[in-house]
């Protein structure tokens, strides 16, 4: 794994696996600091490259009073803060071809969306700003079909795009991780498992996303065992009071252990 367009990782010539992990979406500047500050010792500890992870808006939202976010600008600045106050890079979600240069002011990480990850004009605005890019898998589509994603981010003068498996639909209001994806994308980039969407319950009546936060142990060890480059994490310090995806949200209290535990598989593999 190359980290060199990173230069905030602190373990580049680490063997371990790389962490993605933070909020779903920044609430406040307390809330992310307290969180980063909480992270950076333990990955530091284990020897784990760290990247902070918070979006600064919220757009793909089931419900029309769903929180979104506490305004585009000040996100932003909190994860430029986030990353200049522990030296470490920090990654953000875009959803529109204007974000990318807006984000990309702030971020050293630029993420599409799942839903997002076949929009052309999004995927080559987020190249052009030579950051690197992390496209998520879509529900809907193959892992084979990432390919051309990735083509459309290198193909447009950007060699530094990562992918991310993140389940597929399984019936209308399920996910489902088919490890037989990860060798599959690791032929095209470097390959992420995002455990915590993966075991969202979309599309529930009540129009709030639902979770299964006890399988991320499970659906974690095993990504490590199939060999992901990198783990996504969301957590809070309390998912029942986050504000967006706390259903499915690792507590903060539970990540050492957890972590400690895919440091030991990723040796034996």
């Known amino acids: 794994m190359d980290f060199s367009k990173l230069p905030k990782i602190k373990f580049p010539t680490s063997k371990n696996f790389f962490l993605i992990a933070g909020p779903c979406a920044i609430e406040g500047e307390k809330m992310a600091l307290e969180i980063a500050e909480k992270i950076v010792p333990i990955t530091e500890k284990l020897k784990i490259p760290y990247v902070f992870k ?3 808006k919220k757009a793909n939202r089931s419900r029309v009073d769903s929180f979104t976010g506490i305004g585009d600008e000040k996100a932003l600045k909190i994860l ?3 990353g200049a106050e522990f030296n470490i890079p920090v990654i953000t979600d875009i959803h529109e071809i204007d974000d990318a240069e807006k984000a990309a002011q702030y971020v050293d990480v630029l993420q599409i969306p799942a839903f997002l990850a076949r929009q052309t004009d999004l995927l080559v605005a987020a190249a052009k700003t030579q950051k690197v890019i992390n496209v998520k898998k879509g529900q809907f589509m193959s892992p084979e079909s ?4 990735v083509d459309k981010v290198t193909q447009s003068g950007n060699k530094d795009v990562w992918l991310t498996e993140r389940g597929s639909m399984f019936g209308y209001q399920d996910m489902i991780v088919d490890f037989r994806a990860i060798p ?3 032929q095209f980039a470097p390959t992420v498992l995002d455990v915590t969407h993966s075991l969202q319950m979309p599309n529930q009546t009540s129009g709030v996303t639902g ?3 006890e399988m991320i142990a499970t659906i974690a060890k095993a990504g490590i065992a199939a060999g992901v480059d ?3 994490l969301e957590t809070h310090f309390n998912p029942s009071e986050a ?3 706390g259903a499915n949200m690792l507590p903060l209290d539970n990540l050492e252990a957890l972590l400690t535990q895919l440091t030991k598989i990723r040796e034996v593999v």
Request: proline content about 5%; glycine content about 14%; hydrophobic content about 45%.
């Open 54 to 56: 918070g979006s600064f």
């Open 80 to 82: 430029a803060k986030v």
């Open 146 to 149: 990432m390919k051309f994603a």
């Open 184 to 186: 599959i994308l690791k």
């Open 211 to 213: 979770g299964k936060p």
């Open 230 to 232: 990198g783990i996504f």
């Open 243 to 245: 504000k967006s995806d």
